[in-house]
């Protein structure tokens, strides 16, 4: 039997939208594990947060991987180690903390057990509560990081935000030209990554690992975010709840809703048959 492996997306994908996983969805999981295939959970969160709900929902084992940070961190369950992780320098995290804080903006980056900031805001409080993760201040950042992070978010809530957001990400292009790469997870978030990372890169990077052919690989998602593992997967699915800008990614669009066991649709569908 040929080894396939589907890599979903969390938030508005496999996570319905009180951040639950169905019965349905999670038998499919297990049904589709135990015939061999992989499961992997992608997704824009930190490891912390991503190995948190793994847990919670029973799916930290074998045959489940967790790519993280939007790519930037693959991890397998099943022996508890990284298998690849990148991040970004220091001068990086310094320009753009600093670009964010002169305008008023809401800015964090991680360390391994803690969302960190200079300062509290409620973008952040909402944030670490979506996410399962507690929050931190520090003096000074970067000085006060233990390590380089692996990547940073620059936040806004207002009705606008989408628009604020993608403002500041044009005037400082300029200023992470070649040592970071933007993406937005939603209307609010504007994350910075390494450069190269993605979680397309990841689906290839974790494709290779294991020797399974990228042609076998199925995506599904629901936000841009999700457009280059869209595009590196064989096939290319989308939620029926996902963006107009994902669906023009898709190779299928689900029935189901993420708040609709859309998951295991699209188990069904293309890794069981």
């Known amino acids: 039997m040929k080894t396939k492996i589907l890599f979903s997306d969390l938030d508005g994908t496999l996570l319905d939208d009180k951040k639950n996983v169905s019965r349905e969805d999670l038998a499919s999981i297990k049904e589709m594990t135990e015939k061999g ?8 969160r930190p490891i912390y947060s991503a190995k948190v709900v793994a847990k919670n929902l029973g799916l930290y084992r074998d045959g489940i991987f967790i790519i993280a940070s939007n790519g930037g961190v693959v991890y397998d369950c099943g022996t508890e180690k990284i298998l690849a992780a990148r991040t970004l320098d220091m001068d990086t995290v310094d320009v753009l903390f600093k670009a964010a804080q002169e305008e008023g903006l809401s800015v964090h980056t991680y360390t391994d057990d803690y969302v960190v900031s200079v300062r509290p805001t409620k973008e952040i409080e909402l944030y670490c509560s979506n996410i399962l993760m ?7 950042i970067p000085e006060d990081l233990p390590k380089c992070p692996p990547k940073l978010i620059v936040m806004s809530i207002k009705e606008n935000s ?6 500041f990400e044009r005037r400082h292009a300029g200023l992470i030209e070649g040592k970071a790469e933007s993406v937005f ?4 978030l504007l994350e ?18 294991l020797d399974i052919p990228t042609a076998d690989a199925v995506a599904a998602g629901d936000e841009a975010n999700d457009i280059p593992m869209l595009q590196a997967a ?13 669906k023009a990614f898709a190779d299928h669009v689900t029935e189901r809703t993420n708040n609709e066991s859309g998951i295991s649709e699209v188990i069904q569908k293309f890794i069981l048959q």
Do not use: Q
Request: aromatic share 6%; with cysteine.
């Open 37 to 44: 295939h992989r499961f992997v959970i992608a997704t824009g």
């Open 134 to 140: 507690p929050h931190k201040l520090l003096d000074r």
């Open 162 to 167: 989408r628009s604020i957001l993608e403002d």
């Open 185 to 188: 997870s939603n209307n609010w």
């Open 192 to 209: 910075y990554l390494p450069p190269g990372v993605s979680k397309g890169e990841a689906v290839k990077r974790l494709c290779e690992l």
């Open 234 to 246: 064989g096939c290319a699915v989308v939620m029926k709840n996902g963006t107009d800008e994902a």
